[in-house]
């Protein structure tokens, strides 16, 4: 641009200024990559929302020759306590590289959205956006509207415009996310089958706006925030307007809910998503074993025997040597009594930590022996069609021993003590199918034999026990196709 044009462009801003500070309603000149909203020229004290498509900065004084403290961007809410001309003073705005500024914002890129009560609302800082995801690492993206479900792209779909939507856990790769980071702090959720990544469908930023997948484009409507929901649940704010975030549609539970863009409501957990970490076990990005839990396992249990025990037990695949092994490595692990030990009670434990996605996963409702072999079926790779993932009673998502009784029954795969012989690796059931185990080895005929078995949760631990084949404590037996 020629110093001549920059003098016009200079001059026509100071004259369209002046006439706006004498009372005529005008629509400000543009500049390039920041749209102007429509103003009258008396502002008011209230909350504000930035509108822009660039950066809007913030400056220690009211006016552009004021130095510039740091820089938001499109969307931003805010509060303004003082009025000075075209600027606002606000005590808290929340800066692109995630810090919270205080300072005076241009009020010309900005749009009032009403009044508000000085003292009260003005004192609650503004939330900042958080980056707790590993870089490029895998997870599962699970609503807390229907915890047993995940973000899912349908059909497994390789084409751009693929619907997203929810979908029961299969651990399949249409279902798993690489996170990746931009240098602003937001995200990229890159679907693991087929490269592509979520996207508001025409980048429209409106409540009900579909979710797809789509080429990277590097686009806003791409980008997304994490906001802390607590409870290891997140927000996921759109870039292009962080007003809206990530929504099961209609806070439904139903195989194929649309996922759909929605306004931001604190308490709607149909906006709230927990990213579930895919974390083999074995740190083996070839394994396909399914490792839940955005804390993964904790530093005491990553310290103990038991896990290094796990890492060395020989295993061969999906089969039933490889299964005895991986829970004869967990024998003598004892529940913890708080998130991260590993001594204590009340059914804290890694394996709940890992299953339910959660370090706060315990009390009457997590009996975890069946849990206990849905982790060790899935550290040797042992699909769900072989072994069953989670079931749902009336309070969580869980492995139910009676439900996976059933669940071999339906198949032809459940035989009654007294008419078969185990093998090492078929999954023992108890009396009144409140318990569950592996067996371990079998010796001995009829009713004289003895069964050893692993079991986790007995006296709140994995321990071995021997049972006689008579039926008394061992009534049947699931036999898994490996």
């Known amino acids: 641009m020629t110093k001549r044009k920059k003098k016009f462009i200079g001059a026509a801003l100071s004259l369209v200024m002046s006439i706006g500070t004498i009372g005529f309603p005008i629509q400000y000149a543009k500049i390039p990559g920041i749209q102007p909203v429509i103003a009258s020229a008396a502002y008011v004290t209230g909350r504000y929302q930035v509108n822009v498509t660039g950066t809007l900065n913030i400056r220690s004084g009211a006016g552009t020759n004021y130095s510039i403290k740091g820089g938001t961007t499109n969307g931003v809410q805010f509060v303004v306590t003082k009025i000075s001309e075209n600027w606002g003073y606000t005590d808290s705005i929340q800066c692109k590289d995630g810090t919270v500024q205080s300072g005076w914002v241009s009020l010309l890129y900005c749009s009032y959205l009403g009044a508000v009560t000085l003292g009260t609302e003005t004192a609650v800082k503004q939330e900042t956006y958080v980056t707790p995801l590993e870089n490029r690492g895998i997870y599962y993206l699970s609503p807390a509207c229907a915890p047993g479900c995940v973000v899912d792209i349908a059909e497994a779909s390789q084409n751009n415009c693929a619907n997203a939507l ?52 590097q686009t806003d409507n791409q980008a997304w925030y994490l906001y802390d929901a607590g409870d290891d649940y997140y927000y996921i704010k759109s870039k292009k307007n962080q007003n809206y975030c990530l929504n099961v549609y209609g806070g439904g539970s139903r195989n194929g809910t649309d996922i759909r863009i929605w306004h931001f409501n604190p308490s709607d957990n149909a906006l709230k998503f927990r990213f579930v970490r895919y974390y083999p076990f074995f740190e083996n990005e070839n394994v396909s074993s399914m490792q839940l839990g955005i804390q993964s396992y904790s530093t005491e249990y990553r310290n103990s025997r038991f ?11 999906a089969n039933r040597g490889s299964l005895v092994n991986i829970a004869r490595s967990q024998i003598g692990y004892h529940e913890g009594s708080y998130a991260g030990d590993i001594i204590g009670n009340n059914n804290l434990c890694e394996y709940n930590r890992w299953y339910y996605a959660s370090s706060k996963a315990y009390g009457t409702d997590y009996a975890w022996c069946a849990v206990f072999i849905n982790w060790c079926m899935r550290q040797v790779n042992v699909p769900v069609s072989v072994y069953p993932d989670r079931y749902y009673n009336s309070k969580v998502y869980t492995q139910r021993v009676g439900a996976v009784k059933t669940w071999f029954s339906s198949r032809g795969r459940y035989e009654s003590y007294s008419s078969y012989t185990p093998k090492p690796g078929d999954i023992a059931i108890f009396t009144d199918a409140k318990h569950i185990g592996i067996v371990e080895k079998y010796s001995g005929v009829g009713s004289a034999a ?19 084949n008579d039926g008394k404590s061992i009534i049947g037996f699931c036999i898994p196709n490996y």
């Open 166 to 217: 929810m979908w029961q856990k299969q651990c399949s790769p249409n279902q798993q996310f690489k996170i990746i980071k931009n240098e602003d702090g937001s995200y990229v959720f890159s679907a693991v089958h087929s490269g592509k990544v979520l996207d508001i469908q025409g980048g429209s930023a409106r409540d009900g706006a579909n979710v797809i997948q789509y080429t990277d484009r």
């Open 307 to 317: 896990y290094r025990s796990a890492q060395t037990a020989p295993r061969t695949g």
């Open 450 to 468: 003895v069964i050893t078995t692993v079991e986790g949760n007995t006296g709140d631990a994995v321990l071995q026990h021997t049972y006689y």
